[in-house]
């Protein structure tokens, strides 16, 4: 206990955290709104603050409160035919991408989460989505890249929410297959990182801090996501998206 009031101390005088609260705050909305969002704005500014190592398990140890949080209401909304085979599929490759994770050379790493995130803004925003069908081979083989991509970057999201967003579904049931998928994916990718021995005082110290601010603003998204219209909800989480790729790769 000690040592995590220690850390807490010095975590509020170095400057890093009071960025970090303002990021997950607009995580913590743009998540309750869309279904996602956690991973792929808390991943990139989380590994600039502080590094891979100690980022990418801060944001799994939000991502997995917050999937607790939003899960109920989504469970019977989503479509658990499709979404279950690929959230299995993901849990079974994060491992393997765990080993990228806690051996990989951190600004490298840092740089390709910068990269990833800006390809899929950019994806988003021209408008490309998978419209063919969503046979059960496909499906896993979707989920074992997203179980990859978890387990060595924190982000799973881009191959999943190009892939689903592209079907018939409503928003509200785009919306909660997204947080299923997140929700059996949150379980899984937090135990690599344990065992690895990256989840220590200095990572709790943070999660203190910050998880109160993600819960807080989740309900704010999702009231949000019936009052503001979709097109301009999307136009400025893409905004948001590119301009974070690019200063995780810069930077």
Known sequence: MNALLADLAVLFADWRIWVAIVVTGIAGVMRGYSGFGTAVLLAPAYSVLWG??????VMLLMELAVSIQLLPKAFGQADRRVILPIGAAACLMTPFGAFVLLTADQDVLRRAIGGLVLVFGLLLASG???HGA???PLNIAVGGLAGLLKGATGISGPP??????AGP???KQHRANLILFFATIS???IIPPAIGGLIGFNVIAKLVVLLP???LCVPIGVRLFHVIPERLYKRLALIFLVATGV???LA
């Open 52 to 57: 891979p190592r100690i980022g990418v398990p």
């Open 134 to 136: 969503r046979p059960l």
């Open 187 to 189: 379980v899984i990718s």
């Open 169 to 171: 579904e409503a928003a």
């Open 247 to 249: 200063v995780t790769l």
């Open 213 to 215: 601010v993600m819960l």
């Open 128 to 130: 490309w989505r998978y």
């Open 160 to 165: 999943v929410i190009l892939y689903m967003l």
